[in-house]
């Protein structure tokens, strides 16, 4: 019998709150990714699709059958003192016209980058990047630098998508482009609006030194974001210690995920995250959600 009931820390409970389809610029569908989750007995799964909602709805009815709970999810690009940060809206309302239209204008703003990362890599000597990003993003209704990565790995141009990122796309690398996306008080306040916590994603890779980090974390709790990514792919065993203690200290919710985009193309694969450190407070700890039914 399905019962509403508050979740709290279980060692029984498998939980990941970070993950891409094919809606973004992950390798597997909604229904592919869910499918996975079950496999790897995945209790509670977060789709946070870059800047883009359309998934949820397959996500959703392919959770039913798998019987996992799923989290409406999205991952948003934002510009903070000229930098690039993601962050991730949890229990969100996809209808919520803010947030959906906030999130078209991302994407028409991914569409200019794109054309201008094609127009810089065709100066280097590498040309038809953009129809190969377009043939790599299929049905996504955006074009990624990790559509570029693949296409630039099909060509030979590195052994895989994470080499890619080590001599292309990155700042001071061809095919690099600067972008300006929406700011963190939009971000947050289109995911609060609509319902949704504010977690800021894999934080260590950002490299911001302690000032601007302990900036950052100030300016988002006053704007009302609530948690930070502890657990993540991007993180070493120090990294997760280090934002345990910061979640701690700023009185934020901690969250895991893996920022699952693949097979070969992520450092954990689903349902083998970590666990959170013990002194963090988890963000699903008053979250009313559907019991998991045992099978």
Known sequence: MMRNLVITYSSMLNIDLHSHSTISDG???????????????????????????????????????????????VEISVTWHSRTLHIIGLGINPEHPPLADGLEEIRDGRMDRAQAIAAQLDKYGIHGSLEGARAQAGESRLIGRTHFARFL???????????VFKKFLVKGKPGYVSHVWTSLSEAIDWIRGSGGQAVI??????KLGNNLLEQLLSEFCELGGTGIEVVSSSHTPEQTRQFAQLASHMNLYASCGSDYHGPG???????????????????????????????
């Not at 994603?201 to 950002?206: D, L």
């Open 27 to 73: 390798m597997l569908s909604p229904s592919r990714l869910l499918a996975h989750a079950a496999s790897r007995g995945v209790n509670i799964l977060a789709l946070t699709d870059h800047d883009d909602i359309a998934g949820l709805s397959e996500a959703r009815h392919c959770a039913l059958q798998e019987n996992i709970t799923l989290i409406n999810g």
């Open 153 to 163: 790995a099909s060509q030979g141009y590195a052994k895989d998508v994470k080499s």
């Open 201 to 206: 994603a894999h934080p260590a890779r950002y």
């Open 265 to 295: 193309e992520s450092y954990f694969d689903l349902g083998r995250l970590p666990a959170l450190p013990p002194e963090c407070t988890p963000i699903w700890s008053e979250w009313k959600i559907p019991d998991i039914q045992e099978s």
